[in-house]
């Protein structure tokens, strides 16, 4: 698959197969984890065959089913846009291994991650990971006019970078953010909500990766 292709095809899924992930597979992980961690300067560890994160005592929204494996995502206090950029490479790179996500805010137990983050540093969020009992399913958007400046004449790679931006999963999927483009560089800002600096990194990425990174340059 394409980079385009991964990121339509991957939806947040929340209940898994009881199936362990193949060795070949684990290993790929811990290897992709181990570079994001180099080149981030974050400390993201990868959990797998380990329910305790999951496992909650009542039912509610976003209640996880046979979830087994997972990354924490763990970095300074103040990284929260870096934790959604980073994470989301992780997230794609599992994709195109076959394996399904949910990034996970509240639904799990702090307490069942068996990590003890470094001093000014958090466990930001984690991120569910497993061969899901479905593919998940496509979520209402918003049109590109409604997150960007975006017109019939901008440029092919800024519209193709907003439809990009469009497929990265947000917080309860309020989409909430505001691309602009100004000479060849673009401004992303986060609206106000619940993880919104995090998702600014998620739709970060996915911009970068629709748009091409050798088209422009970030605005301050």
Not at 5 to 27: F, N
Not at 80 to 90: A, P, R, S
Not at 96 to 108: D, E, F, P, Q, R
Request: aromatic share 10%; hydrophobic share 35%.
């Amino acid at each position: 698959m394409t980079d385009y292709e991964l990121m339509l095809s991957r939806h947040s899924v929340r209940s898994y197969l009881d199936k362990p992930i193949e060795e070949e597979k684990v290993r790929a992980l811990r290897e992709k984890t181990e570079e994001v961690n180099r080149k981030s300067g974050l400390h993201i560890a990868l959990f797998t065959e380990e329910p305790k994160c999951f496992k909650v005592s009542e039912p509610g929204y976003g209640i996880f089913k046979n979830c087994k494996n997972y990354f924490a995502m763990v970095g300074p206090s103040d990284a929260d846009e870096k934790i959604g950029y980073y994470g989301e490479e992780l997230v794609l790179f599992a994709q195109s291994l076959g394996l399904n996500t949910c990034w996970a805010a509240m639904s799990y137990k702090k307490g069942g991650v068996d990590i003890k983050p470094a001093k000014g540093e958090k466990l930001h969020i984690v991120i569910a990971l497993g061969y899901g009992e479905t593919q998940g399913h496509e979520r209402k958007s918003k049109s590109i006019s409604e997150v960007s400046n975006a017109v019939d004449s901008s440029p092919e790679w800024f519209i193709n970078g907003v439809k990009a931006a469009l497929t990265a999963p947000t917080a309860i999927n309020q989409q909430r953010f505001r691309l602009k483009l100004e000479g060849d560089k673009v401004s992303a800002k986060a609206g106000l909500f619940v993880y919104t600096k995090l998702d600014l990194g998620i739709v970060k990425y996915h911009f970068e990766l629709g748009a091409g990174k050798e088209n422009f340059e970030w605005a301050d």
